[in-house]
């Protein structure tokens, strides 16, 4: 099966429109699907080893998050009255379906869009946005933006290593971290200032001017599947506004 960008980035709206739109029973088996996706399915695959590690991490981090959510709606919002007594805890039955829907609705969100950015390459996301109307100039500042904040991970690691090395207190108690936050911070900042310069300094004089030249071939038509999938969501969309 091949899915496009523009296929894909349709998949994901309507994804984003079933969270809004339907029960938690169906969000919950939507999400799992979403992870299904990313390890069978090819077009949705990871682009690095270390990517798919981080989408699974991810859907671990906001499976926890989605729970604590439902066990705080639970616990505090009283609704009607009805208890449901569980694991010695008094659980409000309002707030635990209040709970489901709005955890369940986040980590369906967050895997959904996740999933498009962790399978499609920032040269993809260009062609997309281009083939949109969006003007090269802005294009141009997304991508550039996108791949500094690509960048920062290892920067930091680096600048964790080199301040460890002289003595500062990175990886100490929370208060020790806190006062050496400034010896990491700053060494970023300016880093990233100076590299800013010296990369539109050598762009300039490579005679680029802010327009991203691609060939017709290379912009990609939204397909059969993807007008389905948008005009799905838009009729999800509306079902939620008008009969709600």
Known sequence: MFLGTSTKFAFTF?????????PWQL??????????LEHMAKPFHARSSQTHRTFRRFAVHITLLALFIVILNAVFLRGDGTKIGAMGLTLYAEGLEFGLAVGTRVMLLSLSILLFFTSTSLKEISFLLLN?????????????????????????GQIFSAQEARGAPVKSHLFARARSLFS??????????????ERGTALELRGFRGQLKIRKSEVEKLSFPGYVF????VLALLWKVLWK
Do not use: D, R
């Open 14 to 22: 309507l994804l984003s429109a079933c969270a809004f739109t339907l």
């Open 27 to 36: 969000n919950t088996a939507l999400a799992l699907f979403v992870v299904f």
């Open 132 to 156: 949109a109307g969006i003007p090269t100039s802005i294009v141009t500042i997304i991508l550039l933006s996108s791949h500094f904040v690509e960048q920062l991970p290892s920067k930091i």
């Open 184 to 197: 990491v911070l700053s060494p970023l900042v300016l880093s990233s200032l100076a590299e800013s310069v």
């Open 230 to 233: 948008l005009l799905l969501g």
